[in-house]
Nanobody
Framework: QLVESGGGLVQAGGSLRLSCAAS????????WAWYRQAPGKQRELVAT???????TYADFVKGRFAISRNNAQNTVYLQMNSLKPEDTATYYC??????????WGQGTQVTVSS
């Protein structure tokens, strides 16, 4: 089970920190990812973190977002800074290899006003 939280309404330039609590899996051995889906658009990969803590980012968030993990709390985070209106979307966490047809949590809505 994946439970995302931390979304909300923020002005452009603001920050949010998203959390994803994972259960039912061995959290520490897995790589994790954050995705987002804007209305009318396909879900896209935002960031990944492997079990050693190495990270990757989509070009459109590089330098602004940071993914991290806490294995003791089975939680993965996404710190989002310098938010832009185009970051408005529902944000999801999952495995980097997750398929659209697979399991997804309910996501957390991020709305950035201009």
């Amino acid at each position: 089970q994946l439970v995302e939280s931390g979304g909300g309404l923020v002005q452009a330039g603001g920050s949010l920190r998203l959390s994803c609590a994972a259960s039912g899996t061995i959290f520490s051995i897995n790589a994790w990812a954050w995705y987002r889906q804007a209305p009318g658009k396909q879900r896209e990969l935002v960031a990944t973190i492997d079990r050693r803590g190495s990270t990757t980012y989509a070009d459109f968030v590089k330098g602004r977002f940071a993914i991290s993990r806490n294995n003791a709390q089975n939680t993965v985070y996404l710190q989002m800074n310098s938010l832009k209106p185009e970051d408005t979307a529902t944000y999801y966490c999952n495995f980097p290899s997750a398929r659209e047809s697979g399991y997804w949590g309910q996501g957390t809505q991020v709305t950035v006003s201009s």
